[in-house]
Protein backbone atom coordinates (compact mmCIF):
# COMPACT_ATOMS: atom_id res chain seq x y z
CA UNK A 1 0.00 0.00 0.00
CA UNK A 2 1.22 3.30 -0.80
CA UNK A 3 1.93 5.54 2.16
CA UNK A 4 2.82 9.30 2.10
CA UNK A 5 4.01 10.87 4.83
CA UNK A 6 4.95 14.99 5.81
CA UNK A 7 6.52 16.60 7.88
CA UNK A 8 7.01 18.69 9.95
CA UNK A 9 2.80 18.41 9.95
CA UNK A 10 3.16 21.99 11.23
CA UNK A 11 5.43 25.06 10.73
CA UNK A 12 5.45 28.55 11.83
CA UNK A 13 7.98 30.58 9.46
CA UNK A 14 8.82 34.03 10.60
CA UNK A 15 8.30 36.45 7.75
CA UNK A 16 11.77 36.62 4.94
CA UNK A 17 13.27 33.33 6.34
CA UNK A 18 13.91 29.96 4.17
CA UNK A 19 12.42 26.47 5.32
CA UNK A 20 11.81 23.56 3.83
CA UNK A 21 9.31 20.50 4.39
CA UNK A 22 9.25 17.37 3.19
CA UNK A 23 7.05 14.56 1.80
CA UNK A 24 8.39 10.82 2.01
CA UNK A 25 6.35 8.17 0.18
CA UNK A 26 6.66 4.35 0.29
CA UNK A 27 6.71 2.91 -2.99
CA UNK A 28 7.46 3.10 -6.63
CA UNK A 29 5.48 6.24 -8.27
CA UNK A 30 5.72 7.94 -11.81
CA UNK A 31 4.59 11.20 -10.85
CA UNK A 32 4.17 13.44 -7.52
CA UNK A 33 2.35 16.43 -7.16
CA UNK A 34 2.46 19.43 -4.71
CA UNK A 35 -1.08 21.38 -4.31
CA UNK A 36 -2.09 24.44 -1.60
CA UNK A 37 -5.49 24.57 0.48
CA UNK A 38 -6.22 27.53 1.92
CA UNK A 39 -9.00 27.35 4.79
CA UNK A 40 -12.32 26.13 3.34
CA UNK A 41 -11.36 26.24 -0.24
CA UNK A 42 -10.25 23.56 -2.72
CA UNK A 43 -7.05 22.66 -3.86
CA UNK A 44 -4.73 24.63 -6.15
CA UNK A 45 -1.78 23.10 -8.04
CA UNK A 46 1.08 24.10 -7.58
CA UNK A 47 3.91 21.40 -9.05
CA UNK A 48 3.64 18.57 -10.74
CA UNK A 49 7.60 16.58 -10.68
CA UNK A 50 7.80 13.42 -13.05
CA UNK A 51 10.82 12.40 -12.72
CA UNK A 52 14.21 12.11 -10.27
CA UNK A 53 16.14 14.67 -10.07
CA UNK A 54 12.92 17.02 -11.43
CA UNK A 55 13.55 20.59 -10.36
CA UNK A 56 10.34 23.17 -10.53
CA UNK A 57 10.63 26.60 -9.34
CA UNK A 58 7.69 28.99 -9.12
CA UNK A 59 7.86 32.53 -7.44
CA UNK A 60 8.83 31.62 -3.86
CA UNK A 61 8.69 28.37 -3.92
CA UNK A 62 10.82 25.47 -5.44
CA UNK A 63 9.88 21.52 -5.12
CA UNK A 64 12.53 19.03 -6.42
CA UNK A 65 11.88 15.01 -6.48
CA UNK A 66 14.48 11.82 -5.71
CA UNK A 67 12.72 9.01 -6.82
CA UNK A 68 15.59 6.89 -5.17
CA UNK A 69 14.58 8.42 -2.19
CA UNK A 70 11.15 8.53 -2.78
CA UNK A 71 11.43 12.15 -1.22
CA UNK A 72 10.22 15.65 -2.37
CA UNK A 73 11.00 18.59 -0.83
CA UNK A 74 9.28 22.08 -1.53
CA UNK A 75 11.50 24.86 -0.72
CA UNK A 76 9.61 28.23 0.97
CA UNK A 77 12.03 31.56 -0.26
CA UNK A 78 12.08 34.32 1.89
CA UNK A 79 8.65 33.65 3.21
CA UNK A 80 5.66 35.89 3.16
CA UNK A 81 2.41 35.70 4.83
CA UNK A 82 0.77 35.15 1.86
CA UNK A 83 1.83 32.11 1.67
CA UNK A 84 -0.03 30.85 4.81
CA UNK A 85 -1.74 27.49 4.01
CA UNK A 86 -1.49 23.86 4.00
CA UNK A 87 0.31 22.12 1.56
CA UNK A 88 -0.26 18.79 0.51
CA UNK A 89 1.83 15.98 -1.62
CA UNK A 90 -0.03 13.53 -3.45
CA UNK A 91 1.69 10.46 -5.33
CA UNK A 92 0.10 8.69 -8.45
CA UNK A 93 0.13 5.01 -7.46
CA UNK A 94 2.45 3.56 -9.97
CA UNK A 95 -0.60 0.98 -11.25
CA UNK A 96 -3.75 2.42 -10.70
CA UNK A 97 -5.77 4.34 -13.06
CA UNK A 98 -3.88 7.87 -11.69
CA UNK A 99 -5.05 7.20 -8.46
CA UNK A 100 -4.09 9.81 -5.88
CA UNK A 101 -2.49 9.27 -2.20
CA UNK A 102 -2.04 11.99 -0.10
CA UNK A 103 -0.26 13.06 2.89
CA UNK A 104 -1.18 14.75 5.86
CA UNK A 105 -0.50 18.20 4.67
CA UNK A 106 1.87 21.04 6.15
CA UNK A 107 0.12 23.44 7.92
CA UNK A 108 2.55 26.41 7.21
CA UNK A 109 1.66 29.91 9.22
CA UNK A 110 3.97 32.68 8.42
CA UNK A 111 4.39 35.56 10.87
CA UNK A 112 5.59 38.71 11.26
CA UNK B 1 -8.96 25.82 -19.57
CA UNK B 2 -9.32 22.67 -17.22
CA UNK B 3 -12.01 24.03 -14.71
CA UNK B 4 -13.94 21.78 -12.57
CA UNK B 5 -16.78 23.07 -10.81
CA UNK B 6 -19.30 21.52 -8.28
CA UNK B 7 -23.09 21.90 -7.20
CA UNK B 8 -23.82 22.92 -4.43
CA UNK B 9 -21.20 24.89 -2.82
CA UNK B 10 -22.53 23.98 0.79
CA UNK B 11 -25.56 21.99 1.58
CA UNK B 12 -27.77 21.06 5.40
CA UNK B 13 -29.91 18.62 4.98
CA UNK B 14 -31.87 16.44 7.95
CA UNK B 15 -30.53 13.17 9.02
CA UNK B 16 -32.08 10.37 6.34
CA UNK B 17 -32.27 12.40 3.91
CA UNK B 18 -30.81 12.07 0.46
CA UNK B 19 -28.46 14.53 -1.04
CA UNK B 20 -26.71 14.61 -4.49
CA UNK B 21 -23.56 16.82 -5.17
CA UNK B 22 -22.39 17.28 -8.87
CA UNK B 23 -19.36 17.90 -10.22
CA UNK B 24 -18.72 19.03 -13.74
CA UNK B 25 -15.79 19.41 -16.09
CA UNK B 26 -16.87 23.01 -17.94
CA UNK B 27 -14.18 23.14 -20.46
CA UNK B 28 -12.77 19.80 -21.15
CA UNK B 29 -13.66 16.29 -21.49
CA UNK B 30 -12.68 14.04 -18.58
CA UNK B 31 -12.47 10.41 -18.66
CA UNK B 32 -12.00 9.79 -15.23
CA UNK B 33 -13.44 11.70 -12.21
CA UNK B 34 -12.87 11.06 -8.36
CA UNK B 35 -14.44 11.57 -5.43
CA UNK B 36 -13.13 12.26 -2.68
CA UNK B 37 -13.63 13.56 1.58
CA UNK B 38 -11.84 16.27 3.58
CA UNK B 39 -12.57 16.33 7.16
CA UNK B 40 -11.63 19.36 9.23
CA UNK B 41 -7.63 19.46 9.60
CA UNK B 42 -7.44 15.95 7.82
CA UNK B 43 -6.12 14.79 4.59
CA UNK B 44 -7.76 14.14 1.23
CA UNK B 45 -9.28 10.27 1.46
CA UNK B 46 -10.35 9.11 -1.70
CA UNK B 47 -13.59 7.44 -2.28
CA UNK B 48 -13.93 5.86 -5.64
CA UNK B 49 -13.50 6.60 -9.01
CA UNK B 50 -15.74 7.15 -11.50
CA UNK B 51 -15.61 6.02 -15.41
CA UNK B 52 -17.72 7.70 -17.97
CA UNK B 53 -20.17 4.67 -18.70
CA UNK B 54 -18.69 2.50 -16.45
CA UNK B 55 -19.55 1.49 -12.89
CA UNK B 56 -17.56 3.51 -10.52
CA UNK B 57 -14.35 1.85 -8.69
CA UNK B 58 -14.42 1.98 -4.53
CA UNK B 59 -11.87 2.28 -2.40
CA UNK B 60 -11.80 -0.09 0.58
CA UNK B 61 -14.14 0.78 3.28
CA UNK B 62 -16.73 2.84 1.40
CA UNK B 63 -19.98 2.10 1.36
CA UNK B 64 -20.92 2.14 -2.57
CA UNK B 65 -24.62 1.54 -1.33
CA UNK B 66 -24.86 4.96 0.50
CA UNK B 67 -22.63 6.66 -1.82
CA UNK B 68 -23.68 6.77 -5.04
CA UNK B 69 -22.05 7.66 -8.02
CA UNK B 70 -22.76 8.22 -11.88
CA UNK B 71 -20.89 8.89 -14.30
CA UNK B 72 -23.43 9.81 -17.02
CA UNK B 73 -21.44 11.61 -19.31
CA UNK B 74 -17.52 12.84 -19.95
CA UNK B 75 -18.06 16.29 -18.25
CA UNK B 76 -20.78 15.30 -15.38
CA UNK B 77 -20.11 12.95 -12.52
CA UNK B 78 -22.33 13.41 -9.54
CA UNK B 79 -22.36 11.52 -5.78
CA UNK B 80 -25.35 11.20 -4.03
CA UNK B 81 -25.03 10.08 -0.39
CA UNK B 82 -28.25 8.16 0.42
CA UNK B 83 -29.76 8.40 3.93
CA UNK B 84 -27.64 10.65 5.44
CA UNK B 85 -26.37 10.93 8.63
CA UNK B 86 -24.82 13.41 10.87
CA UNK B 87 -20.92 11.55 10.53
CA UNK B 88 -21.53 11.77 6.69
CA UNK B 89 -20.70 15.48 7.44
CA UNK B 90 -17.45 16.77 5.73
CA UNK B 91 -16.46 18.76 2.94
CA UNK B 92 -16.84 16.37 -0.85
CA UNK B 93 -13.78 17.63 -3.35
CA UNK B 94 -14.07 15.95 -7.00
CA UNK B 95 -11.63 15.99 -9.15
CA UNK B 96 -11.62 15.31 -13.33
CA UNK B 97 -8.82 14.13 -15.06
CA UNK B 98 -8.46 15.71 -18.88
CA UNK B 99 -8.73 13.08 -21.44
CA UNK B 100 -6.35 13.58 -24.62
CA UNK B 101 -4.63 16.95 -23.16
CA UNK B 102 -0.92 17.13 -23.84
CA UNK B 103 1.53 17.80 -21.50
CA UNK B 104 -1.53 16.90 -18.56
CA UNK B 105 0.79 14.08 -17.30
CA UNK B 106 -2.51 12.52 -16.36
CA UNK B 107 -3.03 15.79 -13.88
CA UNK B 108 -6.27 15.78 -11.65
CA UNK B 109 -8.43 19.16 -11.88
CA UNK B 110 -9.70 19.86 -8.69
CA UNK B 111 -13.16 21.19 -8.46
CA UNK B 112 -14.06 24.21 -4.98
CA UNK B 113 -15.98 21.85 -2.97
CA UNK B 114 -19.38 20.55 -1.48
CA UNK B 115 -19.37 21.13 2.53
CA UNK B 116 -22.29 18.87 3.77
CA UNK B 117 -23.79 19.57 6.84
CA UNK B 118 -25.99 16.87 8.03
CA UNK B 119 -28.14 17.70 10.92
Known amino acids: ELKVEQNPLFLSMQEGKNYTIYCNYS?????LYWYRQDPGKSLESLFV?????AVKQEGRLMASLDTKARLSTLHITAAVHDLSATYFC????????????FGKGNQVVVIP | GAVVSQHPSWVICKSGTSVKIECRSL??????MFWYRQFPKQSLMLMAT?????????EQGVEKDKFLINHASLTLSTLTVTSAHPEDSSFYIC???????????????FGPGTRLTVL
Open chain 2, 95 to 109: SARHKGLAGSYNEQF
Open chain 1, 27 to 31: TTSDR
Open chain 1, 49 to 53: LLSNG
Open chain 1, 90 to 101: AVARYYGNNRLA
Open chain 2, 27 to 32: DFQATT
Open chain 2, 50 to 58: SNEGSKATY
